[in-house]
């Protein structure tokens, strides 16, 4: 454990957490805070607001200074100007640290700046950390822990646990963005720190403790200004693992939006993108791409190519094998030259007047052969050769077709060692459920082709 994991862990995994500005109002962030903090947390959980007694069955407290032991964080959801009694009431108590899930700071004017300035002071002169304001907290899919505001309605379809995880200067992720990905099966995340104004704690005090976090494999950043751009650079360079950038705020309509956003100054587009490219980042240039990026990287972190990314394209139509192959070519990858031995296995199901290459045209021989038997014999042969480096298979999934189990398929990859991208068409019910299919057996899937391949070939980037 370094002094950073010292410093933050008690951000992620705090023995008490108390809720300043609990509410018994449905209608209100403080109790979708608590609701999530009593479905998730397993620490204690003290409400804190001097107008209650009690809140959904827990003692609720006057004051801060009030609450027993244990307790090492602080949530804080009360307009701006009382939460600075809030926190140099949390400094007196001793608390390691805050989260300010309060707006109207910096990001409203000149008197936001100042309440924030004065809230810094605190921070600093106490030594107490101080993550936000203007932010959404924490969700960790992993631990269940929900310090945020976020709707409840997150917990529906589950929190689906990755190995992503996401720092952001906006509310998006850690909120509707979050619900979107998980219902509709795109993928889990470990957590999703939502940052705000960052008046103390940063991306890149985040990010060093991710890098050293078992639960995350990929750190994804939307951000609209680096703190301290020289650090967050060193941090990237000797991160073991992939690191993919959103920046926003590049144009100069972008930047007065940040400005106004959470109170962030952005830089030079080139300058910026450069500077990300000799790190060793993945610039991203959408919320998608993002997410799609981050779950590809963290997908295949072992991966080494020793060629260039040579793919075998497994298809069952020859415009879709002609259009990867496109895509390919763009992103610097290979068709994968097959060998003479797997030529032969494929002849041995394909009819005896189709001639084999790659793409793999796999219609002629399924109509023969049934489709699950051709997928597995083709499957084998491509994964033992030599030549091939990661297997882009296509699917049609629903009507005679139905949802096909890829798990013998799946295996068959891992036991190669060799990385398997889906691209799939379909029928809505079955496409989701082979979605989810996908999500659990660590296979990233794609509407996209050229989505597809734009995250294969950051794979093979990733390990050049």
Known sequence: ?????????????????????????????????????????????????????????????????????????????????PTLQAATECAERGLQGV????????????????????????????GMRIWGPNCMGLVDAVKRHVFSFVSPAIWDDGLVPGKVSFIVQSGMLSAGFLIDIMSHGTMGISKACSIGNKVDVDECDLLEYLMNDPDTGTVGLYLESMKDGKRFLDLCRRSSKPIVVLKGGKSKRGAQAALSHTASVAGDRSIISGALAQAGAIEAG??????????????????????????????????????????????GLLLADLSDGTKQKLKNVFPTWMPVSNPVDLWPAMERNGAM???????????????????????????????????????????????????????????????????????????????????MAAVFRKTS
């Open 99 to 126: 989260m300010v899930q309060s707006a109207g700071f910096a990001e409203v004017g000149e008197k936001g700046k100042a309440l924030e300035k004065e809230l810094q002071t605190i921070g600093r002169k106490s």
């Open 286 to 331: 959408d919320f998608i791409q993002l997410t799609d990026l981050s779950r590809t990287l963290a997908a295949f972190p072992g991966t080494s190519s020793p060629g260039n990314g040579r793919v075998a394209v497994l298809t069952y139509s020859g415009a879709a094998g002609i259009v990867s192959s496109d895509f390919l070519d763009q992103h």
């Open 1 to 81: 454990m370094n002094n950073n994991d010292k410093s933050m862990r008690f951000f992620f995994e705090p023995k008490g957490i108390a809720l300043i500005g609990a509410s018994a109002n449905p209608l209100k962030g403080g109790y979708s805070i608590l609701s999530n903090l009593m479905r998730g947390f397993q620490g204690n959980i003290y409400p804190v607001n001097p107008g209650h007694g009690e809140i959904n069955g827990l003692k609720c407290y006057s004051s801060i200074l009030q609450v027993p032991d244990p307790i090492d964080l602080a949530l804080i959801f009360v307009p701006a100007e």
């Open 373 to 455: 038997p051709v997928w597995e014999k083709a499957f084998r042969a491509v994964c033992a050769d030599p030549g091939v480096d990661a297997v882009f298979f296509h699917l049609f999934v629903g009507g005679l077709a139905g949802t096909p189990d890829i798990s013998p398929l799946a295996e068959i990859a891992r036991k190669a060692g060799k990385p398997i991208f889906a691209w799939i068409l379909g029928k809505r019910k079955e496409a989701h459920t082979f979605q989810l299919q996908c999500r659990d057996l660590g296979v990233p899937v794609f509407r996209e082709i050229g989505r597809a391949v734009e995250c």
